[in-house]
């Protein structure tokens, strides 16, 4: 056995050994070990001493100039191609609903173009070794910025799915629609474990535990990334990026960007495993979270920008981190003391590559002149360019042509993926009613199909979909998609079906079913946060109100970000689906609508809660194990083959907001 087959038989074998994920098992999802501290464990690959020697004779050439460049991350539309050369960059990023020239109908070969301009740049600078230029982009459910790429369910309803194995397909996808458009990084997967659904990043999640995000961050990782190979322990994928570092998930009423109030104990075994089991499968990159931590009752909020202890002490320490530590969007600008432009906290702490969208010259600026002053040590400058450059080599792009010429770039159907994300949506749909066992629905009656996410491929899709928000696209901004009515006229035929918004002035008598599809529009972030878990548009109940009761049964799809107190809504429906932000292929829904043509069924329900459901609009926080007693528990879920009727409901008037 060669040399190089050797460290990677090693690294592998390191990798997988470890104790707490099972070598290659993505069939099961094992609880997670219950831990008294962070683990201590040894580096998920052998580093290569010759990489490692060609990295040190790189950073020993460079000017403090061309390493605070490595360091820094603009935003596309605020630097050229000439000024990536001039000032070192090492990466750009393109925010959600940022597009090559600013355009939402950027075509493959406009972002290719944009990506090799960027890549040209970098590899004419004045260095004595050019270094090659990175860019990220937040491909967090297929390639979602891309016009026309397929869009997976959001993480939420992938939680659902209990599937492990999926998230390694679905990582590969993505990783092929990403090398599509010639970007080298994704800023996926999220590892929040979401302790309060008011977050607007809940949807975000995986679940409110951990061992569904510790199993799927393995898996979305090595799918991303491919396994270690090889000397140099390459990663042939994309890069991908855990985040956000540490505990974004947990804030106080779930205010976006706030304080998680926890110990130590509960940080590492409520919040870490996600990320323990991302660091072991390699991962390259982690991004650091915009919230607090404060440990315990007491202790003071630290921002984790400026957490030395956390992300030097434990991710780089103790979990033996060895890639680059990226910051979110300024969040280096929130650290006490600092600003946009300028944050030697952030830098002493151990973030290696600063996201400055916009004010990236005078962040160089302000840093160069922090190093040459003794406020920030050359030594600090120089590990963080050598995880820089340690991770562009593991990703082979020393070697590597320009973007457009590798493989899978410009490929005509390299975004697309439909088959696998309408598996997807199916596995994720969790049957939270089915009285008289109404589904699957015959095909041979009529139905009318009202409620506003029906044919509103926005709702569908949720934020992070075409732009940040999600909320300012229509129908036509995704050419590839099928919406939920499209799919049921797909399956029946467009002489079975009526659409009306609000099913006004309709006599339902006349149809074999109505289906609602009624649920929460796009947001995403903090933009996204509410004040209680009570469904925002009573336009859904009142359309009810006015179908049900008819003697025609009556399915509800949800489509949410989180669980929602929809009980009034529940009450008035004889079947109803939670359906999350199923993404671009509604068909998955009306796969398990509907019996087969001779009656048996297609597919049954086997998506489960990864979220627990409220009782009330004010029953938040309500986690697995915290003694609530939620309407519908973590792991609940209906086949069509339980015949036990769900009882009407207590419905509970909520306040305008909680605590
Ligand atoms: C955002 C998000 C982060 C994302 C980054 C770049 O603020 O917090 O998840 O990757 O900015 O778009």
């Given at each position: 056995m060669k040399a190089h087959s050797r460290i990677a038989a090693a690294a592998l074998a390191a990798l997988l050994s470890q104790p707490a994920l099972a070598a290659d098992d993505c069939t099961r999802i094992p609880d997670a070990p219950t831990l008294t501290d962070f683990p201590t464990l040894p580096a998920s690959i052998v580093?290569?001493?010759?990489?490692?020697?060609?990295?040190?004779?790189?950073?020993?050439?460079?000017?403090?100039?061309?390493?605070?460049?490595?360091?820094?991350?603009?935003?596309?539309?605020?630097?050229?191609?000439?000024?990536?050369?001039?000032?070192?960059?090492?990466?750009?990023?393109?925010?959600?609903?940022?597009?090559?020239?600013?355009?939402?109908?950027?075509?493959?070969?406009?972002?290719l173009a944009l990506a090799d301009a960027f890549?040209?740049?970098?590899?004419?600078?004045?260095?004595?070794?050019?270094?090659?230029?990175?860019?990220?982009?937040?491909?967090?459910?297929?390639?979602?910025?891309?016009?026309?790429?397929?869009?997976?369910?959001?993480?939420?309803?992938?939680?659902?799915?209990?599937?492990?194995?999926?998230?390694?397909?679905?990582?590969?996808?993505?990783?092929?629609?990403?090398?599509?458009?010639?970007?080298?990084?994704?800023?996926?997967?999220t590892l929040a474990v979401v302790r309060d659904d008011r977050w607007g990043r809940s949807y975000e999640g995986y679940s409110e535990l951990p061992s569904i995000t510790r199993a799927y961050a393995r898996e979305i990782v090595l799918g991303l990334q491919g396994t270690p190979q090889g000397a140099s322990a390459k990663v042939p994928g994309v890069l991908a990026t855990a985040k956000h570092f540490l505990g974004d998930g947990g804030t106080e009423r779930g205010i976006d960007q706030g304080i998680t109030r926890a110990s130590r104990a509960e940080l590492a075994n409520i919040h870490a495993p996600g990320h323990i089991a991302a660091v072991q499968a390699g991962v390259q990159t982690v991004m650091v979270s915009f919230s607090s931590w404060a440990d315990g009752a007491s202790g003071k909020p630290i921002k984790m920008h400026g957490n030395e202890?956390?992300?030097?002490?434990?991710?780089?320490?103790?979990?033996?981190?060895?890639?680059?530590?990226?910051?979110?969007?300024?969040?280096?600008?929130?650290?006490p003391g600092c600003d946009d432009a300028s944050c030697a906290a952030a830098v002493n702490a151990g973030i290696d590559v600063f996201m400055v969208p916009q004010k990236w010259r005078q962040f160089i600026d302000n840093t160069v002149s922090q190093v040459e002053k003794g406020t920030i040590p050359m030594s600090r400058i120089d590990d963080a360019v050598t995880r820089i450059l340690r991770v562009k080599m593991r990703a082979g792009l020393f070697d590597a042509p320009k973007p457009s010429q590798r493989a899978g770039a410009g490929k005509a159907d390299g975004l697309q993926d439909r088959d696998l994300a309408r598996q997807a949506v199916r596995e994720s749909l969790v049957l939270l009613k089915n009285n008289g066992r109404v589904l699957p629905l015959a095909r041979d009656k009529k139905v009318l199909v009202v409620g506003r996410s029906a044919d509103n491929l926005p709702n569908q899709t949720g934020g992070w979909s075409i732009t940040w928000q999600g909320n300012e696209n229509t129908n036509a901004d995704f050419p590839n998609a099928t919406s939920v009515l499209a799919g049921i006229r797909q399956a029946l035929g467009d002489d079975k079906v009526v659409y009306d918004l609000s099913g006004?002035?309709?006599?339902?008598?006349?149809?074999?079913?109505?289906?609602?599809?009624?649920?929460?529009?796009?947001?995403?972030?903090?933009?996204?946060?509410?004040?209680?878990?009570?469904?925002?548009?009573?336009?859904?109940?009142?359309?009810?109100?006015?179908?049900?009761?008819?003697?025609?049964?009556?399915?509800?799809?949800?489509?949410?970000?989180?669980?929602?107190?929809?009980?009034?809504?529940?009450?008035?429906?004889?079947a109803f689906i939670a359906a999350w932000l199923p993404g671009t292929e509604g068909?998955?829904?009306?796969?398990?609508?509907?019996?087969?043509?001779?009656?048996s069924v297609a597919y049954d329900f086997t998506g489960r809660l990864s979220y627990s459901w409220p009782k009330s609009a004010c029953q938040t926080p309500v986690n697995h194990g915290d003694g609530k007693s939620p309407l519908f528990a973590y792991g609940y879920g209906l086949t069509v083959k339980d015949a036990k009727d769900l009882a009407p409901l207590d419905e509970v008037a909520g306040p305008a907001s909680c605590d």
């Open positions: 580093k290569d001493p010759a990489m490692e020697e060609r990295i040190a004779r790189i950073v020993a050439g460079m000017t403090l100039r061309q390493k605070i460049g490595q360091m820094t991350q603009p935003e596309i539309q605020s630097i050229t191609p000439a000024q990536v050369r001039e000032h070192y960059i090492g990466s750009v990023l393109n925010g959600g609903g940022s597009w090559p020239g600013n355009r939402k109908q950027a075509t493959v070969a406009d972002w890549w040209d740049a970098s590899m004419s600078t004045d260095a004595k070794v050019k270094v090659p230029v990175i860019w990220g982009i937040d491909a967090v459910h297929g390639n979602n910025n891309v016009l026309g790429a397929t869009l997976f369910p959001h993480n939420i309803g992938l939680g659902a799915a209990h599937d492990a194995c999926l998230l390694r397909r679905i990582g590969e996808a993505t990783a092929k629609q990403v090398r599509t458009t010639g970007q080298d990084w994704t800023f996926a997967p202890s956390l992300i030097t002490g434990v991710l780089k320490g103790r979990l033996g981190f060895d890639g680059l530590v990226v910051s979110d969007w300024n969040g280096h600008g929130q650290v006004r002035g309709i006599d339902v008598s006349q149809f074999g079913a109505v289906i609602a599809v009624i649920g929460e529009g796009a947001y995403a972030e903090g933009k996204g946060d509410v004040p209680t878990l009570a469904n925002p548009f009573e336009s859904d109940l009142s359309l009810l109100k006015r179908v049900s009761g008819k003697g025609v049964p009556v399915v509800t799809v949800l489509m949410s970000g989180r669980p929602l107190y929809v009980t009034p809504e529940i009450n008035r429906s004889d068909q998955g829904i009306a796969d398990l609508l509907f019996r087969k043509a001779d009656g």
